[in-house]
């Protein structure tokens, strides 16, 4: 998630980052419309758009719902590009393959249907197959689809977290080597405008991994990847930058076109990559770095800070490595559950862990913890605890990975300011729509926060609002100034006369009956509210429709199910 600004660190003012946000964050939008139907790019998408967007999902039957979801955000002019280029591929049936496996089989699909595509293309890969588990609004639909309060395609609708990474990650298919780019799909990136790569960088990058990295607290490295680089290096990277940005400020008069484009990314080498460290294991392999005011920045504040992953570019010749290596080892490789992060990167860098501990390292690997008494015969009569037996099955499979990586160059480009916006978990879902202010003010195109939500639908009906615009307070509220302050979230609902929403609440896909009255700190999903009902504050609803055969099977009359 985000954490709270006083702990993380920043290193120019506070204000001047968030402006740096917001602007890079319009600036995308106005991009991406152009790319979208109707805009004036629309027609010349190559090289300025990824060359294909694959979501995963876990099984065939999440993958029929992802798809009727692309077909109708798609036949509404929401995504740019033709319908081709938007594929769902399920894991493998059988065990949990990990996001590792996921993508491993993603580029073995790819690779039988159309060939090594990543050589000549720029694929966006997209992580969405779980079940939403610590949120289970999302559980029907996928986190993929889950929405958010920003009006991405400029109609009035909520975007969805697949829209909203096609926003933020709008630069990168024009500056990155041909590859695969892989994110999680409950994630937005929030940072300034970027540069684009130097040749050099992208010809290292097309052999290895290039990796975005996050200044974060030092608790928040405790539960992601943590990127150990030559601190001389990175301190240097970012005074460098605030050094151009404080000179961009000074010369008023307009800088020679040719020096701007000189200014290239920053990119360094990473030296190791831990995954999920303590504490301990963060200092004693150098992870921490000093505050942004003990590295003399003036402006920079918060404590100090590790470097942590998000989302990163696996290169074309790396591509080729990995499907190679899947397609001779599918007994070996097959139903284990590995990481694209972890396993991937830990053998990676310039100085990798010489012991390896990460190889037998299980505790986080859910398919190895969650195996208990099961037995299966081992050799001779022993018979052996079958998380044993799947332990060994992944060190064999990540030894595999790693020689397949290892000495690949694992450059890292600190997006510094940024912020790694989550909504993975019920808590950071409603601190990330309707409470934490700075991060809606950095969604382009926000939406009105508003306290308390008082509209009359008839009446924006009878104006010819309700026919426009199919989702109320995506883009305004009825009657009240536009403001992007913390208050109470409403996604594509229906809010009827006199009713109110307390602050912090998400509202999503609801009928709201007239006066009825929602608590604060409530998320309400795919629920109907009769009139005057109301909510204390603090719940959780969420409606999952039944057809008629579920319904059966539930002992729900039929003529109750939707």
């Known amino acids: 998630g985000c954490e709270m600004m006083g702990s993380a660190p920043h290193f120019r003012g506070w204000d001047t980052e968030q402006r740096a946000m917001v602007a890079g964050a319009e600036a995308r939008l106005r991009e991406y419309r152009r790319m979208l139907p ?14 294909a967007v694959v979501v995963t999902a876990a099984n065939e039957g ?48 790819l690779q039988a249907d159309v060939g090594p595509c990543w050589r000549r293309s720029r694929i966006l890969l997209l992580h969405a197959g779980g079940y939403s588990e610590r949120s289970p609004a999302h559980g029907t639909l996928g986190k993929a689809f889950a929405q958010l309060p920003m009006d991405a395609a400029n109609m009035g609708a909520p975007a969805t977290m697949l829209e909203a990474q096609l926003v933020y990650l709008q ?36 052999h290895g991994i290039l990796a975005l990295g996050h200044a974060s607290t030092v608790a928040t490295g405790r539960s992601h990847g943590v990127f150990v680089c030559d601190r001389h290096e990175l301190v240097e990277l970012i005074r460098r930058s605030a050094d151009d ?45 000093p505050t942004p005011a003990g590295m003399g920045l003036p402006g920079g504040g918060g404590g100090e800070w590790v470097l942590t992953d998000s989302a990163y570019h696996l290169g074309w010749r790396m591509c080729d490595a990995l499907v190679k290596l899947a397609a001779s080892h ?18 990676m860098g310039r100085d990798p862990d010489p012991s390896a501990a990460y190889m037998k390292r299980v505790d986080h690997v859910a398919s190895v913890t969650s195996v208990t008494n099961v037995t299966a015969s081992g050799s001779g009569s022993r018979s052996m605890d079958s998380s044993t037996l799947k332990g060994d099955r992944l060190r064999r499979a990540r030894e595999l990975v790693a020689a397949c990586v290892a000495g690949k160059p694992l450059l890292i480009r600190p997006m510094l300011p ?49 026919a426009s615009r199919k989702s109320i307070g995506a883009d305004g509220v009825w009657g009240s100034g536009r403001s992007s302050g913390p208050g109470a979230c409403m996604l594509a609902s229906h809010v009827a006369m006199g009713a109110r929403v307390g602050a912090g609440s998400l509202v999503a896909h609801c009928d709201v009956g007239a006066l009825a009255t929602v608590g604060s700190g409530c998320l309400l999903h795919d629920v109907d509210l009769p009139a005057g009902v109301v909510v204390p504050a603090g719940v959780f609803m969420h409606c999952v429709p039944l057809n008629e055969a579920a319904a059966a099977g539930a002992g729900v009359a039929g003529g109750a199910a939707h």
């Open 62 to 109: 999440q993958a029929g719902v992802y798809r009727a979801q692309l077909d109708q955000l798609h036949s509404r002019g929401q995504l740019p590009g033709e319908r081709t280029r938007y594929l769902v591929v399920p894991d493998p049936p059988g065990p949990r393959v990990g996001s590792g496996g996921a993508t491993l089989h993603v580029m073995l699909r």
């Open 330 to 347: 599918p007994e070996a490789l097959g139903g284990v559950e590995i990481c694209a992060y972890g396993d991937f990167m830990q053998p």
């Open 38 to 51: 109707g805009g004036d790019l629309a027609t010349s998408l190559d090289g300025r758009f990824w060359d």
């Open 418 to 466: 940024s912020r790694f916006v989550h909504v993975g978990t019920m808590p950071e879902l409603l601190e990330h729509t309707a409470v934490d202010s700075n991060v809606l003010a950095a969604y382009p195109a926000a939406h009105a926060g508003t306290h308390l939500g008082t509209w009359d639908s008839g009446m924006m009906d009878a104006a010819g609002f309700g």
């Open 245 to 289: 940005e404080s000179r961009d400020k000074e010369n008023a008069e307009p800088i020679d076109k040719n020096q701007t484009a000189a200014r290239y990314a920053g990119v360094i080498e990473c030296v190791r990559c831990l995954q999920k460290p303590s504490d301990a294991e963060m200092r004693a392999a150098n992870a921490v770095l």
């Open 171 to 206: 630069e990168l298919p024009a500056s990155l080597p041909p590859g695969v780019f892989i994110s999680a799909a409950d994630v937005v990136l929030q940072m300034p405008a970027l540069a684009p790569l130097d040749e050099t960088t992208a010809e290292r990058a097309s």
